[in-house]
């Protein structure tokens, strides 16, 4: 192959290359893996204007397309770095957020009115609970039953308002619109410790409007955040593949019989590799058998009417 050396000079290249070979996967497997490359490899002429300049699209085409056929194999998208137990953010979680950065950047811009939640909660005080939400460019929120019937929010001061944090502020649609997108800039604006910005940013991506550009440098700043881990391809609860990361933190003391003890938790996000979305969240106290409490995002994104 005249192109070996290209294909493989990206970073983790090594690491791939030392994991050595995996259990060939079934032939129709190949065939679709295959093939999922070879599309976006065909529309290699493509390209996008980016603040004045000609970005070829290729390389974030073939991003998303490898990820998805590299699940779809069986093989694994990202080389997993054991660390032992240094909590750092690996060079493999680095290099699938930034590449996620890639896909998100590529995505097209929302011009709809509203923007449209259908999330599923699971936890051990609630249960299983399904909620559709609506909400406009001001804020205001909108929410649907089951069975289709529109609760409209109500007027005035008492209508509560849609927000995302971002540093000690809380903002709304309009004033994500105003975020810087350079990552220097945008990461000054969260706070300093990893924790509290792998939240924020985390809350970001879960289901807000961020334009395309600022989806992608959100991802960048988890790529630099210390901590982040990557976990590797799963499947989320309701069977959709996706690549995992996740945060391991000191949470607090237990109350109980080992009082004053130290737990921790951790929060896991599955990512969808050909979209950047995140398909779900798990986050559960390391060491008990408490079940996880779960986030799962049926759909996200823009609606041109309520219901």
Not at 228 to 249: C, H, I, N, Y
Not at 279 to 289: F, N, P, S, V, Y
Request: net charge neutral; aromatic share 6%.
């Amino acid at each position: 192959m005249t192109e070996h050396g290209d294909l493989l000079d990206f970073p983790g290249a090594d690491e791939l290359i030392a994991a050595g070979g995996v259990a060939p996967p079934a032939p129709e497997v190949v065939a679709s893996a295959r093939e999922a490359v070879a599309s976006a490899a065909r529309r290699d002429t493509v390209v996008v204007p980016l603040r004045g300049h000609v970005v070829p699209r290729r390389r974030r085409l073939l991003v998303a397309a490898a990820a998805v056929a590299a699940i779809a194999a069986g093989a694994v998208a990202y080389p997993v770095l054991d660390l032992g137990d240094e909590p750092a953010a690996t060079a493999s979680a680095a290099q699938f957020l930034n590449d996620m950065a890639e896909v998100a950047a590529d995505t097209p811009t929302a011009r709809t009115p509203y923007w449209k939640v259908r999330l599923e909660t699971v936890n051990q005080d609630d249960g299983r609970r399904s909620a559709t939400t609506f909400f406009d460019r001001a804020g205001r929120i909108w929410s649907v039953d089951a069975d289709g019937t529109v609760h409209r929010p109500p007027a005035g001061k008492d209508s509560k308002l849609k927000k995302w944090p971002v540093g000690q502020k809380w903002l709304t649609w309009p004033a994500l619109d105003q975020l810087p997108t350079g990552q220097k800039a945008l990461t000054a604006l969260f706070p300093k410790d990893a924790e509290n910005r792998f939240d924020q940013v985390t809350i970001l991506l879960e289901d807000s409007p961020a334009s395309p550009a600022l989806r992608a440098t959100l991802f960048r700043i988890l790529a630099d955040t210390p901590g982040v881990r990557l976990v590797g391809d799963v499947k989320d609860s309701k069977g959709r593949p996706g690549v995992a990361v996740e945060m391991t933190r000191k949470a607090g003391f237990s109350t109980g019989p080992e009082k004053g003890v130290a737990f921790r938790t951790t929060d896991r996000y599955v990512v969808a590799p050909d979209t950047g979305l995140l398909l779900e969240a798990t986050h559960k106290i390391r060491g008990q058998d408490l079940a996880a409490d779960r986030y799962t995002w049926l759909e996200v994104g823009p609606a041109a009417r309520v219901g």
